[in-house]
């Protein structure tokens, strides 16, 4: 099994021979600015945990204040970059070797890009297909309602759980509801139209925000680029990192990514991962949230507060990022396929569903959750 990878400070990517390593600079200013800031997942742990470590190249002796960490191309399924990262066309190379997407984060925590490998799994076939299903205004619609109606099921789960812990959502829930059958209506017949209907769901689920987490963590308004406020700033940094990882799970398929339904697909930009992202926000980004803060694994203390802009500092960034690998690895018993699967192998098969349904083998479902 591939585990994530997230790299949290500035450095280089080096390769020697067949070793990729991360080189960066310690700083010696404090305990905790002196502690390796490169998070790896465990592969057989139970949870993921910070890893202080640092490797020297064989024979090699490292410079005062630089240190090395060996980075095992072979079991990375993915790598974060959320610092200024470097590398040279050896790692280049060896990445697409072994088919390691890198996705790269600003300092607050916005997507800006991947380093995507070279396609490994190509279909002509699948290609035109996808292509054509996009042309065809139809076809098209059908999925973009698809990829919407998926998320407001999973959205109404989440208020039909706390509903039953005793918040006072009930009304949310139910506009919810009203807005949902909207979705396949004759009137929601263009996918700008299903847009507005997608966004009014989601301000709908948004005000109920309020009643779910502490008093500490007041919603407002959605705000972006930059958030303004903590929960904001969780929300935002969340959805970032799950398009890196629908991305990652594309890439594993022979889908293109660069074709979409529900949001228009443009240059530069990497379209599918945001439809089929949409169905997974509310039960892996927003459910990491309103653990995180309704157990006080967040505080206001992990957050840096500026005029008209909030994020996460590098102790929440840590946090959230500890939690979200976790996430990931959570199995849960499939109900057709009879079997455990992880929160991130759930995110694979949705893509392979969307293929069977392009080649026209059987209709796309979106996966709802039931608990």
């Known amino acids: 099994m591939k585990v994530n990878y997230y790299i949290l400070r500035n450095g280089v990517l080096r ?7 991360f080189v960066y600079k310690k700083n010696a200013e404090s305990k905790e600015e002196e502690e390796e800031k490169v998070f790896e997942a465990e592969v057989e742990g139970t949870e993921a945990e910070l890893k202080i470590e640092a490797e020297e190249q064989e024979g ?3 410079k005062p204040g630089i240190e090395k960490k060996i980075l095992p191309i072979e079991r990375i399924s993915a790598i974060y970059a959320y610092g200024r990262i470097s590398f040279t066309s050896g790692v280049i190379s060896y990445l697409s070797k072994y088919g390691t ?3 790269f984060y600003n300092y607050y925590g916005f997507y800006e890009g991947s380093y995507y490998p070279r396609e490994r799994l190509l279909s002509g076939d699948l290609v035109i297909n996808q292509a054509r299903h996009f042309i065809e205004k139809k076809k098209r619609l059908e999925l973009a309602k698809a990829f919407v109606q998926g998320a407001a099921e999973n959205i109404m789960r989440n208020l039909e759980y706390y509903n ?3 918040r006072a959502v009930t009304k949310q829930l139910e506009e919810i509801q009203a807005l949902s059958t909207r979705i396949d209506s004759k009137e929601t017949n263009t996918v700008q139209r299903l847009m507005a209907l997608e966004g009014a769901i989601r301000n709908t689920y948004y005000q109920s925000y309020d009643k779910i987490v502490p008093s500490g963590f007041k919603f407002g308004v959605r705000t972006k ?3 303004e406020n903590p929960l904001n700033a969780l929300i935002s940094f969340g959805n970032s990192l799950l398009y890196g990882t629908v991305l990652t799970e594309i890439y594993n398929t022979q889908l293109n990514p660069t074709i979409s339904y529900l949001h228009e697909p443009s240059e530069r930009r990497f379209s599918l991962s945001l439809d089929i992202a949409e169905v997974f926000k509310p039960f892996l980004v927003d459910r990491v949230i309103f653990k995180l803060v309704n157990k006080h694994m967040l505080s206001e203390g992990d957050f840096v507060q500026e005029l ?3 994020l996460l500092n590098d102790k929440g960034r840590r ?3 500890a939690e979200w690998d976790e996430k990931l690895k959570t ?4 109900r057709d396929l009879k079997r455990n699967v992880s929160y991130q192998r759930l995110i694979r098969l949705e893509c392979y569903k969307l293929t069977k349904h392009l080649l026209g083998t059987k209709p796309y479902k979106p996966f709802v959750i039931w608990w």
Do not use: W
Not at 15 to 21: A, L, S
Not at 331 to 334: G, N, S, Y
């Open 225 to 227: 680029q930059p958030p």
């Open 60 to 62: 090699a002796k490292a």
């Open 164 to 166: 039953r812990e005793g």
């Open 331 to 334: 199995t849960i018993k499939h």
């Open 101 to 103: 997407p890198v996705h």
């Open 15 to 21: 390769r020697k021979q067949n070793t990729v390593y």
């Open 308 to 310: 008209n802009s909030c």
């Open 319 to 321: 946090t959230f990022l």
